[in-house]
């Protein structure tokens, strides 16, 4: 399925327009259509011996992650010349898969609960402490797409329908916008989306001013506020507490010049609140492409625990989980190996997906697992509980399954 995706603006001389997009990412949606794409093989041991294989032959799921990787790699081809002008399809970027060899590798980790050492991941990209303010521009967009957003998570499994996408590129005129494979190697263009690390977090959005007269349709390198005039309203100061779920690759200025770009969803603008009071169709209607602030937060009135879930076609060869309800986002799951803990890899840049399994596939990682998570402060979540489960399908998953955990301690 391909959701249409529209980002409101201006032209240059304030007339109003729009920029589309394809769902899930600023670009290239997983398509449904993918299902048809060979049967799952993956119990086959040869299959597993490197993802790009396992992409091709394993499951559906995998294939709709391939389909993205090669519509980005189309995407970049026909992204080459400028950015379209408001009111044309710009193709956007790439979404929730990427680049099909890189995942975040592997390596024994600390027993002792301490700092995880740097993975491959890291170097590039803010992972803003929370608390830090950022002055950015906001665009919105009407949902993620099918089956899931860039940090590889469900609209069922979606901690909450206030959420947002993040820059992967930080490219600003006069480089151009060009649509790198993914994750992102280069940590000099590498945006806020920071590789998936900063997936799951929760920030507080705070509406800024107004552009007054003017405007600007997403054009390479030019004011965001052509021929207007920046202005505090009514609106000004209202706040919504949002959560990372997407990611944002398009061409265009509002996503490459503006480092700490927030793409909304657009329902949210009903639920911002000023002075206690929601701000209803008010924000929609006056919107014009904002300024505002942001800053991470920690997630409101949190409660309870993270919820595991098996993906679509895991099993016990590729052991592929989704973890939500997060309280700090995540950057690492560890799981354990008799006495020792071993760092697993992130499914490509789908920040909120991570293998329980290795690749190639290791003699003795079948179920149970036990594992223990790392937060966007690197620690370990809840003192360093453990989570305890087995796979609950027999044989490959036919939906996104829960996993039922017991913890420790």
Known sequence: MRVRIVRSGTSSSGASGTATRAASGCGCGLSTGADAILPLLALAPWLVRRRRQ????????????????????????????????????????????????????????STDGGAAPPGDGDGGGSSLPTGELRSAMATYFDGIGSPTGGCGVPSALLDSDDYVALNVEYTPYPQPYTVDSRPISNPEILGEFDNGRNCGRWLVATIGEFCEGGGNGGANGQDFCVNGQWVPDELSGAQLDMVVTDSCQDTNGWCRDDRYHLDLHRASLQRFTKDGTPVGSALANKWNNRRITWRYTEAPSYAGDVKIHFVK???????????????????????????????????????????????????????????????????????????????PCDGSCQGYTPAEYTTSP
């Open 54 to 109: 396992r992409l091709r032959s394993a499951s559906p799921t995998l294939a709709r992650l391939l389909a993205v990787a090669l519509c980005s790699s189309a995407v970049a081809l026909a992204c080459s010349s400028p950015p379209p002008a408001a009111g044309s399809t710009d193709g956007g970027g790439g979404t929730a898969a990427g680049s099909t060899d890189a995942g975040g590798g592997t390596g024994t980790g």
């Open 313 to 391: 076609d895991a099993q016990q060869y590729w052991a592929a989980v989704v973890i939500t309800h997060l309280e700090n986002g995540i950057h690492g799951v560890e799981r354990r190996f008799g006495d020792t803990w071993k760092s697993m890899p992130m499914l490509a840049d789908n920040g909120q997906v991570y293998l329980l399994t290795s690749d190639p596939f290791q003699d003795g990682e079948g179920p149970p697992y036990v594992i223990r998570i790392r937060d966007a402060a690197d620690q370990l979540i809840h003192g360093g509980r453990t989570y305890s489960f087995g796979l």
